[in-house]
Nanobody
C-alpha cells in the first residue's frame, strides 16, 4: 500500500502560480504511476495530469495544457503539480492518486484505475 498526502493549496489571485506537493509513504513509490485530479463543487472529479512511474511520460487535460506541469521525485517519494497562470475556473479540491504499474512508461487517465488517493487540498483562485 501507499499513503498520499497533498499540500500547497491556498487562495491566490488569477494569474498567480502555485505548486502542489504529494508526499507518499509506504511501499516503493517508484513502482506507482501517479495522477492529479480535481473536483469543483457540483462537478465530477476530473483528471488534471498523469505521469508514468519513470516520469518519462505525461498527459494533461486540455484545459491545463501549457499552464500546468506534473513531475515526480521517486527518491524523495514526492509528486508535484506546478500550476501557472491560474484562472478562477481552476478552483477545486485537488487530489493526488497512485496506481501500481508493471510498466515504467504507462500513465493512467481514468479515475477507476487508481487505487490510492490523498485527502485533497483546496485551491481557490479569485478573479
Amino acid at each position: 500500500q501507499v499513503q498520499l498526502v497533498e499540500s500547497g493549496g491556498g487562495l491566490v489571485q488569477a494569474g498567480a502560480s502555485l505548486t502542489l506537493s504529494c508526499a507518499a509513504s509506504g511501499r516503493t513509490f517508484s513502482s506507482y504511476a501517479m495522477g492529479w485530479f480535481r473536483q469543483a463543487p457540483g462537478k465530477e472529479r476530473e483528471l488534471v495530469a498523469a505521469i508514468s512511474w519513470s516520469g518519462g511520460n505525461t498527459d494533461y487535460a486540455d484545459s491545463v495544457k501549457g499552464r500546468f506541469t506534473i513531475s515526480r521525485d521517486n527518491a524523495k517519494k514526492m509528486g508535484y503539480l506546478q500550476m501557472n497562470t491560474l484562472k478562477p475556473e481552476d478552483t477545486a479540491v485537488y487530489y493526488c492518486a497512485a496506481k501500481w504499474s508493471t510498466s515504467s512508461a504507462r500513465y493512467y487517465t481514468a479515475r477507476y484505475e487508481y487505487n490510492y488517493w490523498g485527502p485533497g487540498t483546496q485551491v481557490t483562485v479569485s478573479s
